[in-house]
């Protein structure tokens, strides 16, 4: 059982996504008007907007009340009340919540279906109250449910693009489901085909990229929808990347974009900058309660091998903490704390509040619960120390410090073909990042060579780096071969983001 590191952050795919997602209605907008229910961006409602952004959710609902009272018929309080909730929802995860406000969908969809048919803020804001819904319904485990709130989203959006061809928001928010479908992975386009969803991810970015370039109302936030994408679906360039350095020291008061920073920046493997972001993150009575925070400083210190803060920090987390995802996670970091620094009696604890705490929604409390499987079967190894180590300061960027632990060792060291693989593949990546590809290379494809033919995943990881070194060195070929070789391999954990990554690589280079 192992763990690919990088791959952490696709548990927080719906989070991030669905914080900041496609649903945001430009404040400066016309007012539509109809009889009875009409849209109107009265100034009071922008300033809700922007709290909720800012994660001021209390303030924003105050805000919306007023308005409640003074214009009833107004939808856009029917879209706003939604999309506050999602955010709670999202950050808080609190089941009892959830159950309530879920019955509150079809009395918002059927608010805003009051609106005529010759607004195209009709489909349009069914449409993003449904995709709100869907990525709460996924958070709370309902996925199937989620899942056709998705089609049902598509659909109308694809309906409003048919009506009104010129309205932007429709553009943007359907070029961003063109690059979520687009990225499915190949055993599963099967479903989307049969559903009518149509993805294709240049033809989506290129879509949101016409809002971004047109020089409108749409502008800044399809801008922030195309970073979204590229951190957790396709790739950053440098130039983005600056851009997500930029916009919390823009907006100081918005923990939502220091959230978004840091969390970027640590997918990035540079957690050095991500704690800067996380330190200055604003905080207090106004903001809602945000324990995820302390999850990520725990990571951020097991990166830097300060075992005894990274394990208050997730203690610290799971105190504060009344949601159900990440707590199996947290305790494996906590063991990971203590093994780590030879506690070895101390940690075995922990085996135990993994088995019986928090759910197993997300991949990284799966991962969790297998770990403590292999745990009880007496798998771990005091070799794979080493490899642990090696492996968190790999992802928080520390290179150095992530060689000079491997070192002193070489695959020889260790007995099971699984450890040899991954020691071969954490020397490789670790070169890869220090931008040493030529030795990288050999240490990767020896990953894959005694990988072949089995479904040990560091052989696939081995393959898709080796597929991106050779792209950045134009030799196609090769790197076609090697995406091609990472979704070969069958049945491992994080098979289906290898996968998407290495479809996404291959269709960058019109394969």
Known sequence: MRWFGDDFFNGLTYNIIGYVLVGLVLMSSPSVFAEGSYVKFTPKLQ???FEIQKLRLQTARNLIDEERELNRDNVFVDYLDNYADMHYLMISENRSAFKKLVDQEDSRLSAVGKLPDSSPYKKFFQAEIRL???????????????????IKAYRLLADNRKTFPTFL???????????????VPENFTWVTKMLGLKGNIDQGIAEIQTVAQGNSLFEQEAQLMDLLLHA????LDSSQ????????KNNPDNLLLHFFATTTLMKEGDSRAAAWYLHEAPFGSAYISFPFLNYLKGEIALQQGKYDAAFNAYSLFQREYKGFNYIKDSNLKMFMCRWLANRDSEAASYIVKIRDSGSAIIEADKLALRFAEEYGAGKLTSQQKLLY?????TDGGYLSEALSILSPVSENSFTTQADKAEYNYRKGRILQKMKQEADAIPYLSR???ITSGTSIGFGASSALQLGYIYAEKKQKANAIQ???KAMSYKKYEYKNSIDSKARAALTEMGQ
Do not use: D
């Open 47 to 49: 300033k809700a907007y």
């Open 132 to 150: 709100h819904w869907a990525f709460a319904k996924i958070k709370f485990g309902n996925e199937v449910s989620g899942a056709w709130e998705v």
């Open 169 to 183: 928001p429709t553009q943007k928010s359907l070029g961003f489901l063109h690059v979520i479908i687009g990225s």
């Open 232 to 235: 957790y679906t396709l790739k």
């Open 241 to 248: 990347l600056a851009r997500i350095k930029q916009l919390p």
């Open 389 to 393: 180590k090696s492996r968190y300061a």
């Open 447 to 449: 990953a894959v060579t």
């Open 482 to 484: 090697f995406f091609i």
